[in-house]
């Protein structure tokens, strides 16, 4: 008799502002919240994603979430915090490998899926444009420049997860 495979559904919540759109799914369609940056601050998440310890600092997230972040930021927290580091139990990508998914936090949320054996993920606020994040504010590092080297480190990991059987659909 074959073997049945369940589908796992992952949802991807970043910054950006279609980011709201999370408000109108149903939440238990979902096996895992990952949230990107300050995402996590709206909305309560299984997984952060935050590849700087600036961010780990200026956030408090609804709740506890695992935090899922490079050696080196969780080594900064470390040190730099110790007391807050321990309300989030880590898991760690490695900056060093170069891939190009490491850069980003939203990226490097997607690889997540790997991890928690994931067959699809849903992205909210993904939009990769403009300047603003879901309440309006400001942030000053996103140009079109940045952008597009966001959306090229974005299309090489979808195409990493396709093949290993993982959609992925910004929605």
Known sequence: MARRVFPMRIALLSCG????RWEWVNRSDYAVVVGVNR????????????????????????GRPHLWTHAATLYRIGREHPTRATEHEAAV????ERKPWTIYSATAALMLALEVKATRIDCFGVDMAGTQ????SER?????SRWSRERAAWGKAVDLLAAEGITVARL
């Open 93 to 96: 990508y490695h900056r060093c």
């Open 39 to 62: 995402a996590v601050a709206r909305y309560s998440c299984d997984w952060w994603s935050a590849g700087d310890a600036e961010c780990f600092t200026a956030v408090r997230p609804i």
């Open 140 to 144: 000053g590092c996103r140009d079109e």
């Open 133 to 136: 994040d879901w309440d309006g």
């Open 17 to 20: 502002p279609s980011l709201p």
